[in-house]
């Protein structure tokens, strides 16, 4: 199994750009989850999903959008990139409580 | 409004040096309190799940323990490989699973000098 994958792992966009992060899992699990990582604030969330067809905000989806057609797939939308985004991306999967965390996406936005 | 609290920071232990990390947490309804180790440059990796005070768990040099209001992760005669960043996680709520309900800290950041 190759567990949670995320493409790319590094990205530089200029402000205004979009571009989407891709999460795939390979573990059959029903939650997936995307998370940004910033100095001295934690991990804090941006959307979940619970199943495929149904996704949630978490406590900062301003920004940000995503879909989950598949139960592998989650792929997170940034509509028109600014500097506040700049952040380090990690996308998880569970099956229950348990989050298996994924490399993560380093993305700066200039 | 959910909380979790880890302390120190920063811990710089020598090798061999025993020493404990702390989560103080307030939360409604408990539902499970979760250890991470974090790696420079990687994802957190998933050590441990607690669910109820008095419960203990152990990983090679790592011990957690929980009570009704901190878990302590006790790392015992630590060597160099066991630096990294410790993250406490707690879950509440009515959740059935996933990041639902989930609060993170913010970390310690542990380094074992050889």
């Known amino acids: 199994n190759a567990g949670v994958t995320q493409t790319p792992k590094f990205q530089v966009l200029k402000t205004g750009q979009s571009m989407t992060l891709q999460c795939a899992q390979d573990m059959n699990h029903e939650y997936m989850s995307w998370y940004r990582q910033d100095p001295g604030m934690g991990l804090r969330l941006i959307h979940y999903?619970?199943?495929?067809?149904?996704?949630d905000q978490g406590e900062v989806p301003n920004g940000y959008n995503v879909s989950r057609s598949t139960t592998e797939d989650f792929p997170l939308r940034l509509l028109s990139a600014a500097p506040s985004q700049t952040s380090v991306y990690f996308c998880?999967?569970?099956?229950?409580?348990?989050?298996?965390f994924g490399p993560g996406t380093r993305l700066t936005v200039t | 409004e959910d909380q979790v609290t880890q302390s120190p920071e920063a811990l710089r232990l020598q090798e061999g040096e025993s020493s404990s990390l702390n989560c103080s947490y307030t939360?409604?309804?408990?539902?499970?309190l979760f250890w991470y180790r974090q790696d420079p440059g990687k994802g957190p990796e998933f050590l441990f799940t607690?669910?109820?005070a008095g419960e203990e768990k152990e990983k090679e040099r790592l011990k957690a323990t929980l009570t009704k209001k901190e878990s302590f992760l006790h790392i015992t005669a630590p060597k160099p490989e066991d630096s990294a960043t410790y993250l406490c996680a707690v879950q509440a709520g009515e959740s059935g699973g996933g990041a639902d309900g989930l609060t993170f800290g913010k970390g310690t950041h542990l380094i074992i000098q050889p």
């Open positions: 939360v409604s309804g408990l539902r499970g």
């Open positions: 607690l669910y109820s």
């Open positions: 999903s619970v199943g495929a067809g149904i996704t």
């Open positions: 998880a999967s569970s099956w229950g409580y348990e989050q298996y």
